[in-house]
């Protein structure tokens, strides 16, 4: 009887020596992931309260400024391709450009700085690292944009160069950093990003719809006028068949050529 105690009494202790870790392991790591859970949802109440008006309006600055500033100044800038040299309205497209792309850049500015000041910039996201590459890339496009060469000279064709492929691309990446702001706020806030993403999806396919488009609006009216000038001309007369076949050079056609913002800039 007294062996089958003590065999008992050995039993129960090694069961708590082998067990009792196992369970206090388990419930310190139930407790913790409580406790990580629940530093979570603080960060999340604190960051509502501290920074997500900020985080909103830093996005806001720069969906305002890469988002629809800069893109509708290139359009202007193309737009005025169709216009006379020299004429009034071509230099209000120009003063356009330039005041539409200074306004982009200032909002730029003031979201970079207010990024600087009041948010964690430890560079350890492609969002962070693509908006510190932009705001160099918009202020050396505003540098070379200011010291343009004069027509007629040789490095005006390499300057224009660099300003349509520098702004070009500052263009692209913007938007795209902006989507990739979109879901920086999701992972901060925890909050949806569905509408957002969708009104910015249509305003850049609406930009870049227009973009396209008229630069063909000219030449569908000249379609219809090509058609109503063909339906009210009169078959030739001999004399002038006979008077083309003497003068042959006038049967070539003119020299037309399209005018567009790249030709403008080049000449």
């Known amino acids: 009887m007294r062996n089958f105690h003590n065999l008992e009494l ?14 206090q392991g388990s419930a310190h790591e139930g407790l913790k992931k409580a406790r990580s859970q629940r530093s979570i949802e603080d960060g ?24 629809f500033l800069m893109p509708v100044g290139i359009l202007t800038i193309r737009m005025s391709g169709r216009l006379a040299r020299g004429s009034t309205q071509l230099k209000v497209f120009f003063y356009l450009h330039v005041i539409l792309q200074t306004l982009s850049l200032l909002l730029a500015s003031a979201g970079a700085v207010m990024s600087l000041r009041k948010f964690e910039n430890l560079f350890n996201n492609s969002h962070q690292r693509i908006g510190l590459a932009l705001y160099v890339a918009i202020w050396a496009q505003a540098v070379i944009g200011t010291f343009r060469p004069q027509r007629g000279k040789k490095e005006r064709s390499v300057w224009f160069l660099m300003h349509w492929i520098l702004g070009t691309i500052v263009c692209l990446v913007g938007i795209i950093n902006i989507y990739t702001g979109l879901n920086a706020y999701h992972k901060k806030t925890s909050r949806s990003i569905g509408l957002w993403t969708v009104l910015f999806t249509a305003e850049i396919c609406f930009i ?12 569908l009216q000249k379609q219809g006028v090509i058609l109503e000038d063909s339906e009210g001309v009169s078959a030739p007369d001999e004399q002038q068949v006979e008077a083309q076949r003497q003068n042959p050079k006038d049967l070539l056609p003119d020299p037309c050529t399209k005018q567009n913002a790249l030709r403008n800039l080049f000449d």
């Open 208 to 219: 870049g719809f227009f973009y396209l488009f008229q630069d063909k609006w000219e030449f």
């Open 44 to 67: 999340h109440e604190k960051l509502s309260h501290e920074k997500r008006s900020d985080i909103q309006l830093h996005g806001l600055l720069l969906w305002i400024s890469m988002g």
């Open 10 to 23: 050995v039993t129960m202790s090694l069961c708590n020596a082998f067990l009792l870790p196992l369970v």
